[in-house]
């Protein structure tokens, strides 16, 4: 037996996939021919190629829009774990102004005295549940918009993690800042999972057909 | 397969007026694309790679060479492009099989068990192997021992000439019986597959 004969039998190991588990590629296919120009002209066959194939698939393959990759599903994750996250950090941060000191408390540059902080306290606490709020809010709709294929939740969620990065350096305590540096690298999974190579045909289907010319090189050149 | 494939370039030809007919194309060869992607860059990864790869094809159709009446060359040549942008998941792939290859299955009759650690041990050996060729070889060894395209196949898939895929294969052939000689797994396993 030769290198080669080896070679196949080992590969004969690798059965062929269920059907099942070629649907989601089938359907981002299906999504990119349902928006080609010429696919309005054949209706009747483009109903029929909406329907999946197999036993396990016999379901209409539902919106146009194709289901996400892995890797934005994962960053789809990371953002909810993110909001978790941000519940977390909320609650600590709460915890902690229970027992600020007032030198430690700055607004608008101006540091609090320990009367100013006792009589603005119900508007502190106030404040800090707003923000924590928009935060975990802003977190659950970039998972969302991105789940989507929004391509502007893309940009948007990378300002946000720049915004985050910025201010980062301004907690206290050992629990509020694990909680704080958590959550960043949380963002930063995401972020870096939102702009992986294999995320960027979801975020831009439109554009597919028109420009995408596939992988370098000249595969389909004949020589 | 290949008369099944034979009227692609007709599917082709008639997907640039009707795009629907471009799924008859992945329903043919998708399965087959996707296991050739699976063994080279991971189960995980060969979810996507296989959908680039036909949206890859189907944004291309129109410069596809209707003379072609087997697309799977052209499909695997776009695969193959797609695990070139993916070297890191394939070298981990090797890894990974080589060490689940390293760890013996649950304890049996014994000549069974002898066949398994060979069997494992030839996987070793041989993702080592792969692992060391350098890509454009491995891409030529691969498509030829795993997906049976021919040379001519080959040069079309990769856009080199035929001549250039005999050499890469001599040469990816030289290196993996080397890796081979260096023990005597393959007489082993030769063995006991021909007594089973």
């Known amino acids: ?223 | 397969m290949r008369s099944a494939a034979a009227d692609d370039a007709a599917v082709i030809e008639s997907s640039r007026r009707e795009p629907e007919r471009f799924a008859v194309l992945f329903d043919r060869h998708a399965p087959h694309i996707y296991r050739y992607l699976a063994r080279r860059a991971g189960p995980q990864v060969a979810d996507d790679l296989v959908a680039e790869t036909f949206l890859a094809a189907f944004a291309r159709r129109d410069r596809y060479d209707l003379g072609r009446a087997d697309a799977r060359p052209w499909l695997y040549g776009i695969a193959t492009n797609l695990v070139g942008q993916h070297r890191r998941d394939e070298a981990r792939q090797y890894r990974i099989r080589q060490a689940a290859a390293a760890e013996p299955e649950v304890p049996g009759h014994a000549e069974r068990v002898a066949a398994d650690v060979t069997a494992q041990a030839m996987r070793t050996l041989l993702d080592a192997a792969l692992a060391a060729l350098s890509a454009g070889d491995r891409d030529v060894l691969l498509l030829i021992a795993w997906e049976q395209l021919t040379y001519q196949e080959v040069s079309r898939a990769l856009a080199i000439p035929v001549g250039t895929v005999r050499s890469r294969l001599h040469r990816a052939r030289t290196k993996v019986r080397q890796v081979l000689a260096g023990t005597d797994a393959a007489a082993t396993y030769e063995e006991i597959t021909t007594n089973e």
């Open chain 1, 1 to 223: 037996m030769n290198e080669m004969e080896l070679l196949r039998e080992l590969a004969r190991e690798t059965p062929l996939p269920a059907p099942a588990e070629l649907d989601a590629a089938r359907a981002r296919l299906v999504a990119a021919i349902a928006t080609d120009p010429a696919a309005g002209r054949s209706a009747p066959v483009a109903q029929a190629v909406m329907y999946q194939p197999g036993p396990a698939s016999s379901q209409p393959a539902g919106p146009l829009r194709p289901p996400a990759p892995a890797p934005v599903r994962t960053a789809v994750r990371f953002m909810h774990a993110g909001a978790v996250g941000t519940a977390a950090y909320l609650i600590i941060a709460l915890a902690f102004l229970g027992d600020i000191r007032a030198y430690h408390l700055t607004v608008l540059g101006h540091h609090l005295t320990t009367a100013q902080l006792s009589h603005q306290r119900p508007l502190i606490i106030a404040l800090v549940i707003a923000v924590g709020l928009v935060m975990i809010a802003l977190w659950l709709w970039m998972a969302r918009a991105a789940g989507q294929g929004r391509n502007w939740a893309r940009i948007l969620s990378t300002v946000l993690f720049g915004l985050a990065t910025l201010g980062l350096t301004g907690n206290h305590g050992v629990a509020q800042v694990f909680c704080a540096v958590l959550t960043w690298l949380t963002g930063l999974a995401a972020v870096w999972l939102l702009w992986r190579p294999a995320s960027g045909a979801f975020f831009k289907p439109q554009a597919l057909n028109r420009d995408y010319a596939g992988p370098a090189g000249g595969a389909d050149r004949r020589p």
